[in-house]
């Protein structure tokens, strides 16, 4: 009977998660048509609402194409493992207060590893496509996680040192339902290499070297054709999603808010992470690319110090004021 | 029952995927077996109750260590396969050998004794949460070995960047 309600909550959360992402796409596409002054979609339903759907529809219809030089497995398995690392680590995210299917010790953890496991359908597409540009994007994105996902762990530290625990749900409770409590005020530091590293490890602008159109057509995913091509979008939208999500946990107090509503308790949370994804699609219509020796000074340069110097200061502050 | 079939489920398997590992021929493939074969380790882990070590074993060995691994080949060129020249010619021989090593290490098997039990029983550590009770360990009653090791791996650090690091009058320092 339990696994029976847990089966049937996965499949509610599934479904909400696959409507957001089809949402998602509509939101970027509204939100960057109106900050370049033009319409964005219009012609689909009213003011182009029903164009996630029609797009869902056809791509499901398209045909899978498999380059002939591919390796033919793993070209398949790359957006699996893809979509399947990401669809995993939504188990963890604490929604409201008890709103979790997996409400485990070390939350965090798991979520880094999920995500550092879905960088492999990226590196593996790259690899299995057999073309050029396909694989630059490979090797660009797997050099961009690795040393991204260095700071952003060692960015999340201060908050686990001033929480003490790895558990998403304490972590929120930490934080209390005061404003003044949330970690972003003692933890602005870290605050700020976790919003770089996110971007970052979304591979979205201005660090979406895996995927520049100007110079590698269309990055990992160009032989990828149909659902598949698909399925690599999905897996994008939704980490954006876990990484709004960690973020809005992590440093602006989850699910708490001003006022509670009861009607409906994971309101706060929603709305803070769609302010982060808001801020994600504001970025990506204003800021240019990175070169990639930047991209990778600042990770390791600059990013990294910092976040190591935050885990001194905390400590510090830690150990002097109990 | 369902821990026990759990854990003969991650043993075939780690046997399974390593015997794989080291018989396909794709350099990249074997690799992914290795990644496989890393993930049922975490599993073990889990039936251990050692959720820590589970999720350290996946960010750094499936995480870093094996995409590393992964851009090794990557970058370099495999059009040919490496032949050597074998260093047991006759293939019965090593055959032989290697049969006698498994006979020794299985024979050892029943020497194998439990350690002393700590004080951190199962229950403890569950009510403490796994990850508190590594700590605790480790930066109170292991503080002298940690450290050690923590030099021990320093000194690799170093190590590596003096080998990387040619200086070379003509090299061109990028800004």
Known sequence: ?322 | MFTYLFFLYCAVMIVGTGLLAITMRNPVHAVLMVLVLFFHMAGLYLILGAEFLAAVQIIVYAGAILVLYLFVLFLVSLRDEVKMDRFVTSAWLGRIISVGLAVSLISMLPTFVLGQKGHWPMAAVIKATHTKALGMEMYTSYILPFEIAGLILLIAVIGGLVLAKHDTPTTIEKS
């Open chain 1, 1 to 322: 009977m339990h696994v029976l309600i847990l089966f049937i909550e996965i499949l509610i959360l599934f479904a909400i998660i696959m409507l957001h992402v089809a949402y998602a796409t509509y939101f970027e596409r509204k939100i960057i048509g109106h900050m370049q002054v033009r319409m964005g979609p219009m012609r689909v339903g009213w003011h182009g609402l029903l164009q996630p759907i029609a797009d869902g529809i056809k791509s499901f219809f398209k045909e899978d194409v498999v380059p002939e030089q591919a390796d033919v497995v793993t070209f398949r398995a790359a957006p699996i493992i893809c979509l399947t690392a990401m669809l995993t680590s939504l188990a963890v995210l604490p929604f409201a207060k008890g709103w979790v299917l997996a409400d485990i010790n070390i939350g965090l953890l798991f979520i880094f590893a999920m995500s550092s496991l879905s960088s492999y359908g990226v590196i593996l597409a790259g690899w299995a496509s057999n073309s050029k540009y396909t694989f630059l994007g490979g090797l660009r994105s797997m050099a961009q996680v690795i040393s991204y996902e260095v700071a952003m762990g060692l960015s999340l530290v201060g908050v686990m040192m001033l929480s003490g625990t790895l558990n998403l749900t304490k972590i929120v409770e930490a934080q209390g339902g005061s404003f003044g409590g949330m970690y972003i005020f003692p933890q602005i530091i870290a605050f700020f290499v976790f919003f770089i590293a996110m971007l970052a490890e979304t591979n979205r602008v201005p660090f979406d070297l895996p995927e520049a159109e100007t110079e590698l057509v269309s990055g990992y995913a160009t032989e990828y054709s149909g659902m598949r091509y698909a399925i690599f979008f999905m897996a994008e939208y939704i980490g954006m999603m876990v990484m709004s999500s960690i973020g809005t946990i992590c440093f602006l107090g989850g699910w708490n808010g001003p006022f509670e509503v009861t009607i409906f308790p994971p309101f706060w949370f929603v709305v803070k992470v769609y302010a982060f994804m808001f801020v994600f699609i504001w970025i990506r219509a204003t800021l240019p690319r990175y070169r990639y020796d930047q991209l990778m000074s600042i990770g390791w340069k600059v990013l990294i110090p910092l976040a190591l110097g935050n885990i001194v200061l905390t400590g510090f502050i830690k150990a002097f004021t109990g």
